[in-house]
């Protein structure tokens, strides 16, 4: 073989190679950006709340953030999406663990301005409620959020301020 021959041998094989490295970054793209973790819905997710009293009167203030990590947009979906707010209650004479179901208060809508949650962005819903004149020594928040494929639900634990006690001490002249 001549060298005219050789160098279409290699110019033959270096083109077969760069077709094969084109290929191989196309598959290579395609799982990691479009078919990857990247691309699927991501939330970071936090529920709290504050008793506020005043007299008699209890007002629970209750922030609900989520904020999308991932890179595709996400779709909130009304149905199946809302808070619960649980009333958990004493209990005494209890001998061993016992799960405190508590007392469903109320359910509520969250979310209702916002249809959808862009990559990066915070949303934040705030409710405020009056609460009923019951001893529970806490509350618990429970927050469901129906997306397109996914339901994420959180939740977190507030107990009641505690009343403070008047000691008055008498001022003498």
């Known amino acids: 073989m001549d060298l005219t021959n050789w160098d279409t041998v290699f110019g033959i094989a ?9 290929i191989a970054g196309g598959v290579w793209t395609y799982f990691h950006y479009f078919h990857g973790r990247t691309y699927r819905p991501r939330l970071e997710t936090n529920v709290s709340g504050k008793i506020l009293k005043h007299d008699e009167v209890s007002l629970l203030v209750a922030t609900i953030k989520i904020k999308n990590v991932g890179l595709s947009k996400i779709d909130i979906k009304q149905k199946g999406s809302g808070m619960r707010i649980i009333g958990l209650e004493k ?8 799960k405190n ?3 469903r208060l109320k359910t509520i809508p969250v979310f209702e301005n916002h249809a959808w949650i862009e990559p990066g962005e915070t949303v934040e819903d705030i409710h405020t409620l009056t609460l009923p004149n019951q001893a529970y020594i806490g509350l618990m928040l429970d927050v469901r959020l129906v997306t397109n494929k996914i339901a994420w639900r959180f939740s977190s634990v507030i107990d009641f301020p505690k009343t403070p006690t008047n000691n008055k001490h008498k001022q003498e002249d």
């Open 101 to 103: 179901e508590g007392v």
């Open 14 to 22: 270096q083109k077969i190679f760069t077709i094969i490295g084109i």
């Open 91 to 98: 209990k005494s004479n209890v001998q061993e663990i016992e």
